[in-house]
């Protein structure tokens, strides 16, 4: 601190010396140097600058301080919102591997839901396909049962019609009688 006031004194001094030697320079150029009006200026210019110097001194340098301690301030929340950040990211970067990691793994797993499903619907495909063949096997089955009993009972009708019509065109009145005893005779057997 010292140190600054001997600085501020040298240069006072010097600007209060400055007239005498630009007295010299005025003098051999020929100039009327320095009046003594000019000589008041320069010193009240002086003692203004000293007094200013001296009163805001203080104010002065309380601001620079207090701008300094700001300035360090946000400097070091920078810094440790800097940390934070960083933290943060390292975190989020995590979260976000993490997320990736799961979507993968689901991705996966629905993939092989997906194929079990597939697997399974086939499965239940096939044994649908095998049942309703069984299934129509049998219709068919009784179908061609049903036929074939209609086929025999035409048959038989047939056969029945046609040895009607060949025993009435063959027969006589006497083989007449004779099926006619034949078939009560089977017919009391039969009770």
């Keep these: 601190m010292n140190g600054r006031f001997q600085k501020i004194g040298l240069a006072v001094l010097g600007i209060l010396l400055l007239p005498f030697s630009a007295n010299t320079l005025w003098a051999s150029g020929g100039g009327g140097g320095i009046t003594g009006e000019v000589l ?91 049942r309703i063949i069984k299934q129509a096997q049998l219709v068919a089955e009784q179908e061609v049962k049903k036929g074939r009993a209609v086929l025999k009972k035409e048959m038989v009708d047939l056969s029945v019609e046609l040895a009607e019509n060949l025993l009435k065109e063959a027969a006589q009145p006497r083989d007449q009688e004779r099926l006619v005893k034949d078939y009560i005779e089977k017919v009391r057997e039969l009770r």
């Design 40 to 130: 008041w200026q320069l010193i009240s210019f002086v003692l203004i600058l000293i007094l200013l110097i001296q009163l805001l001194k203080k104010p002065v340098r309380a601001f620079l301080t207090k701008r300094q301690e700001g300035i360090k301030s946000t400097l070091e929340q920078a810094s440790k919102k800097e940390e934070e950040s960083g933290i943060h990211f390292e975190e989020w970067e995590k979260k976000l591997n993490l997320l990736a990691q799961e979507v993968t793994e689901l991705q996966q797993k629905i993939a092989r839901e997906g194929e079990a499903e597939r697997k399974r619907i086939i499965e239940r495909a096939k044994d649908e396909g095998d």
